[in-house]
């Protein structure tokens, strides 16, 4: 069976967002064109990670062209996206890898998020030499998204992504882990329960 390449180019919306209650938060990559519609699944890590890298990337992108670049220093207003997510959410796989590029002829973002995949290795070079064939492998590796993206359209992404992540749980003003309704308990309290 060939590898399943669920390809965006250009998509017309791509978005990180979440579904259920904060605490308890599924993570989404989202891509749509027209009435298609993917979903993949990751975690709130992974979503700060691509954030947080795509925006260095696109700075590094306009230092680098002397700021010639069809790239924004901040997230143009009318392509701003708010809205939630396409339902019904369907997840069609849960994120491993992620890597980004930016195509300087083109002038695009590429994201690309493949499936994990659980790998057997012996020792760590095995391992790492085992992730990179399936990295390489186009033709039998494991589902990939990979969406194109304008300039304006990553740095929107990237704004939209950071808030997703930091509109979670509030955190403890004296522990900084982030604090439920119920509240937590508090190593800095002697584990005293604290509220919220």
């Given at each position: 069976m060939s590898r399943q390449v669920y390809l965006?180019?250009?998509?017309?919306?791509?978005?990180?967002?979440?579904?259920?209650?904060?605490?308890?938060?599924?993570?989404?990559?989202?891509a749509?064109?027209?009435p298609r519609v993917t979903s993949v699944a990751l975690e709130k890590t992974q979503v700060a990670a691509l954030a947080e890298?795509?925006?260095?990337?696109?700075?590094?992108?306009?230092?680098?062209?002397?700021?010639?670049?069809a790239v924004p220093a901040?997230?143009?207003?009318?392509i701003s996206d708010t809205r939630p997510l396409e339902t019904p959410?369907?997840?069609?796989?849960?994120?491993?890898?992620?890597?980004?590029a930016w195509d300087g002829e083109e002038q695009r973002m590429i994201v690309e998020a493949q499936a994990l995949v659980e790998l057997d290795a012996d020792t760590d070079e095995d391992l790492a030499?085992?992730?990179?064939?399936?990295?390489?492998?186009?033709?039998?590796?494991?589902?990939?998204?990979?969406v194109r993206l304008t300039g304006a359209q990553a740095r929107a992404f990237a704004k939209r992504a950071l808030d997703v992540v930091n509109?979670?749980?509030?955190?403890?003003?004296?522990?900084?882990l982030p604090l439920d309704p119920e509240g937590h308990v508090c190593p800095r309290q002697n584990g005293y329960r604290r509220g919220a």
């Amino acid at each position: 069976m060939s590898r399943q390449v669920y390809l965006y180019d250009p998509p017309d919306r791509f978005v990180a967002g979440t579904v259920g209650l904060p605490g308890r938060r599924t993570f989404f990559l989202q891509a749509a064109a027209g009435p298609r519609v993917t979903s993949v699944a990751l975690e709130k890590t992974q979503v700060a990670a691509l954030a947080e890298r795509m925006d260095e990337l696109l700075d590094e992108v306009v230092r680098r062209s002397g700021g010639s670049a069809a790239v924004p220093a901040v997230t143009p207003t009318e392509i701003s996206d708010t809205r939630p997510l396409e339902t019904p959410v369907e997840e069609e796989f849960r994120v491993g890898t992620m890597a980004l590029a930016w195509d300087g002829e083109e002038q695009r973002m590429i994201v690309e998020a493949q499936a994990l995949v659980e790998l057997d290795a012996d020792t760590d070079e095995d391992l790492a030499e085992a992730e990179e064939r399936l990295l390489q492998d186009e033709e039998n590796g494991p589902p990939m998204l990979r969406v194109r993206l304008t300039g304006a359209q990553a740095r929107a992404f990237a704004k939209r992504a950071l808030d997703v992540v930091n509109a979670g749980r509030p955190p403890c003003p004296l522990c900084s882990l982030p604090l439920d309704p119920e509240g937590h308990v508090c190593p800095r309290q002697n584990g005293y329960r604290r509220g919220a």
